[in-house]
């Protein structure tokens, strides 16, 4: 049975702690049948924004939907979103005991601890303490939490800091699984690099507020200027033909300078009018992590007091983190 297109739609939302402005007038959204990355610096307002998503915390103004409704609105919310904002456990409970906690609070039939524990690859650990349990076991013990509900959203905090190689390869391939078969998957990183090769679109958030939305192709391109690599035997009276036609020389590598502010067609004539044969003429793509770190500069200053979420945890979180959540 085909399933419905879920979005998760964040509209104008903003929340501030005291002084503190978390997130302000934030909008965006995740589409189904593709991996958001929740982008910026940590105190940017990531999990700020996913505990107003998820109605753990309240917003001053704006909304968060999914689907059209709040999580609070939705009939079975888990059975709708799925949600892994902690990887944090009981240590002295199997990872099919803790599975078990969370399936009866969401109210889903036992077969699905043992379906779920397939799904990520730790049957073979299921009866094993989670004390006991790596990082990345830990990680793919939260993926199973939020799959229990078989849901079409997926929200997940940071699901791979601190993933080795062979760990964050697991997840990138999981996830776009899970994309493939129109699930909706937002999930927040401070590191670009982590996620980029698991990742359709971006959201960069800075201070808690938006800089940028759209496809990884966007970000890296950004508004569309290019840097034009140049070379000539005569660089002075080149630097010199282009600043006057308006371009801007920023420097020179060996003997290539880079231009801005020029196509590489406009450039060329440029060179040619003042009679400066080029050796060299190509475009430089930016940078996909300079873009990113561009975006972000000087932000990370603000975050949600310790504790902000405390005592307004939804019931299959609660379940989730239950005698173990920190």
């Known amino acids: 049975m085909t399933q419905q ?43 700020t924004t996913l505990g107003m998503v998820l109605g753990l915390l309240r917003p001053d103004s704006g909304a968060a939907t999914i689907g059209g409704s709040s999580y609070a609105a939705l009939e079975r919310p888990a059975l709708t979103v799925g949600s892994a904002l902690s990887a944090s456990f009981h240590p002295a409970h199997t990872g099919r005991a803790h599975l078990d906690i969370v399936r009866r609070a969401i109210g889903v039939p036992v077969s699905r601890v043992d379906e779920t524990l397939a799904l990520v690859g730790l049957d ?37 800091n601190g993933l080795d190689p062979e760990g964050i390869r697991w997840i990138r391939l999981f996830l776009q699984h899970l994309a493939s078969e129109g699930k909706t998957v937002l999930l927040s990183s401070h590191l670009l690099s982590e996620v980029q090769q698991t990742v359709d679109d971006v959201v960069v958030i800075r201070r808690g507020e938006l800089a940028f939305a759209g496809t990884l192709a966007e970000l890296q391109h950004g508004d569309g200027e290019r840097t034009v690599l ?18 801007q020389v920023h420097g020179v590598r060996g003997e290539t300078m ?15 009018a003042a009679g400066i044969a080029l050796s ?42 239950e005698g173990g959540a920190r």
């Open 5 to 47: 297109a879920i979005p998760v739609e964040v509209a104008r939302l903003s929340k501030r702690f005291g002084r503190v402005q978390a997130v302000n007038d934030l909008s965006f959204t995740a589409q189904p049948g593709r991996v958001t990355g929740f982008l910026g610096p940590n105190g940017s307002g990531k999990t």
């Open 124 to 160: 073979g650990a299921a009866d094993r303490k989670t004390g006991g349990y790596s990082l990345g076991m830990r990680q793919r013990l939260a993926l199973a939490a939020a799959l229990l509900g078989d849901p079409q959203v997926l929200l997940l905090d940071e699901p791979i």
């Open 230 to 247: 140049v070379s000539a035997a005569d660089r002075p009276g080149l630097a010199q033909a282009l600043q006057r036609a308006g371009a």
């Open 258 to 272: 880079r231009v801005s502010g020029l196509e590489p067609d406009a450039v060329g004539e440029v060179a040619l």
């Open 280 to 321: 060299h003429l190509s475009v430089e793509e930016s940078e996909l992590e300079q873009s990113f770190l561009e975006l972000i500069e000087g932000g990370g200053t603000d975050r949600a007091p310790a504790g902000a979420l405390a005592g307004t945890t939804a019931p299959a979180a609660a379940a989730s983190m």
